[in-house]
């Protein structure tokens, strides 16, 4: 099993940063990749960004240039580097990781980008 926390969400004004943080724990050496998908109201829960225990880094196109996943090993910490945020940003943001085809969750973690 592994256990995901989220933190770092809260309220920011448009063009301002958050970072958020996902710590892991459990039997983390099983995930092939951690990542980021978020939930606004009434939306699917959409893909952020990802990276894989090689490092490879994906993003949505939306967040491509204003988002920066990374990761710290020692830490068994993936964090989110949020800039120029925009209103449509806001979500739930959820850490996900990876094994195989079995996903597991965070909690989620809210932000809101006021206009």
């Known amino acids: 099993q592994v256990q995901l926390v989220e933190s770092g969400g809260g309220l920011v004004q448009a063009g301002g940063s958050l970072r958020l943080s996902c710590a892991a724990s459990?039997?983390?050496?099983?995930?092939?990749?951690m990542g980021w998908y978020r939930q606004a109201p009434g939306k699917q829960r959409e893909f952020v960004a990802s990276i894989t225990s090689g490092g490879s880094t994906n993003y949505a196109d939306s967040v491509k240039g204003r988002f920066i996943i990374s990761r710290d090993n020692a830490k068994n910490t993936v964090y989110l580097q949020m800039n120029s945020l925009k209103p449509e940003d806001t979500a739930v943001y959820y850490c996900?990781?990876?094994?195989?085809?079995?996903?597991?969750w965070g909690q989620g973690t809210q932000v809101t980008v006021s206009s």
């Open positions: 459990g039997n983390i050496l099983r995930l092939n990749a």
């Open positions: 996900y990781g990876r094994d195989g085809s079995t996903y597991y």
